[in-house]
């Protein structure tokens, strides 16, 4: 027997897969005490090879935040999102780099996911990530720590219509 | 303004963030027709770096399946699932390795999410990957697409309880 979800539930989670988007126009807005933590929280309950949970999170608002928008050519992102979540892969918790990366992956669809159902826009911003050295060295950050992936949260501008796919049987093999 | 999703929506997919499990152990139970489209389509909505969607899904019941079992440790829990989605990475279609290996995590965890959400069970199988050539050359793949992971699906003998994390506070820098 399936355990029991309910048909609601389940319409709920598959609305966040399908319409969740990349959001990158922000109203200067605040977002409210307790959604980062709520954001931060899904991410830290994503499965990990062996349980091995390789994420650290840093949380940056404010002229820290604008100020990391030097590293890419999304700094108008960065800058009109209220924070940003940046994502590194601790070294220290690492089994296997593939599996960590894909461990992070599910922790941040996690948290875009929960953005998303809390009728606020996310961007997951990898091309940060071609200056990562950079990155660590202006937050401090120890040689354990790379950065995989920065997060930009806030009140949405406009959201989105749903994105584009590749057709299902195009990804069937 | 943000968008309005509603308490009980935002609560559901909470819900299955925090409360999906790997399940190992499945009934003899058949899925119902329908329910591995719902899945991989979970899975194809899932974000990627400039939407490379660089995934390929290849689902394997009967007797193909469980003869991959002698590729894992874990034959018994490939035996145990009435299907199982082999993950590959398409070289075809990546442009970075850790971000498509990120982007294949996110679509792995909406799978797991959507599956968790029917009521069903489903667990990440990585160690498999360990022998990724051999299951390859088993299920004749061409050369650009490389198995990343293998998701099994069915119906949950016992649905375990919530599993062990890190508190947060030792997540964030």
């Known amino acids: 027997m399936a355990r029991k979800v309910g048909e609601k539930n389940e319409r709920a989670v598959i609305e966040a897969i399908q319409n969740r988007r990349s959001v990158r126009r922000f109203r200067k807005a605040r977002l409210r005490p307790g ?9 830290r309950w994503a499965p990990s090879g062996l349980n ?16 990391i ?18 994502v590194f ?6 089994y296997n780099r593939d599996r960590d990366c894909m461990a992070i992956g599910a922790a941040i669809q996690n948290m ?8 606020l826009g996310g961007c997951w911003l990898g091309e940060i990530v071609n200056r990562k050295n950079k990155v ?7 040689k354990n720590l790379e950065l995989a992936a ?3 949260v806030g009140v949405a501008r406009t959201y989105p219509r749903r994105g584009r796919r590749r057709a299902l049987k195009k990804c069937i093999l």
Chains 1, 2 share one sequence.
Not at 70 to 81: C, D, E, I, Q, R
Not at 136 to 142: G, I, K, R, T, V
């Open 35 to 43: 959604v980062i933590e709520d954001i931060l929280e899904a991410g």
């Open 136 to 142: 660590s060295a202006f937050l401090h950050m120890p």
């Open 150 to 152: 920065v997060v930009a």
């Open 69 to 86: 928008g030097v590293f890419t050519h999304y700094a108008s992102v960065v800058k009109g999102a209220d924070a940003v979540i940046a």
């Open 52 to 67: 091995n949970q390789p994420w650290k999170f840093l949380v940056l608002a404010g002229e820290k935040k604008d100020a």
């Open 112 to 119: 875009l996911l929960v953005i998303h159902a809390k009728g």
């Open 89 to 94: 892969l601790d070294h220290n918790l690492g």
